[in-house]
Nanobody, 126 residues
Framework: VHLVESGGGLVQAGGSLRLSCAAS????????MGWFREAPGKEREGVSC????????YYADSVKGRFTISSDNAANTVYLQMNSLEPEDAGIYFC????????????????????WGQGTPVTVSS
């Protein structure tokens, strides 16, 4: 199983980035896919996810209205479009895959994710 993130970088506050996560080695559409981030000194937190149980997307309150998650099942790739970036959005962004969970918002919980990418750094300058 491989998850490979790309698209991170340095951007000014108010700018945009699009992260990609290419997955291989498992049936993409049968698993929850999530984006998590880890800032220095903070725990890894759920940013956005797509539930394979109901097809819905979920967002952390801090990114709602600014970030959009999407997936291309044919390409086994999940994306995170990040707009209106703020310095507080900086960190290492990880893509993860986990077993399908039916409860709403469950896919934002890092527990249950068993496959993780290596992360891609996002830096937002003020």
């Amino acid at each position: 199983v491989h998850l490979v993130e790309s698209g991170g970088g340095l951007v000014q506050a108010g700018g945009s980035l699009r992260l990609s996560c290419a997955a291989s080695g498992f049936t993409f559409s049968n698993r929850d896919m999530g984006w998590f981030r880890e800032a220095p000194g903070k725990e890894r937190e759920g940013v956005s996810c797509i539930s394979s149980a109901n097809g819905r997307s979920y967002y952390a309150d801090s990114v709602k209205g600014r970030f959009t998650i999407s997936s291309d099942n044919a390409a086994n790739t999940v994306y995170l479009q990040m707009n209106s970036l703020e310095p507080e959005d900086a960190g290492i962004y990880f893509c993860a895959s986990g077993a399908s969970r039916e409860a709403q918002f469950a896919c934002l919980d890092r527990k249950g994710y068993d496959y993780w990418g290596q992360g891609t750094p996002v830096t937002v300058s003020s």
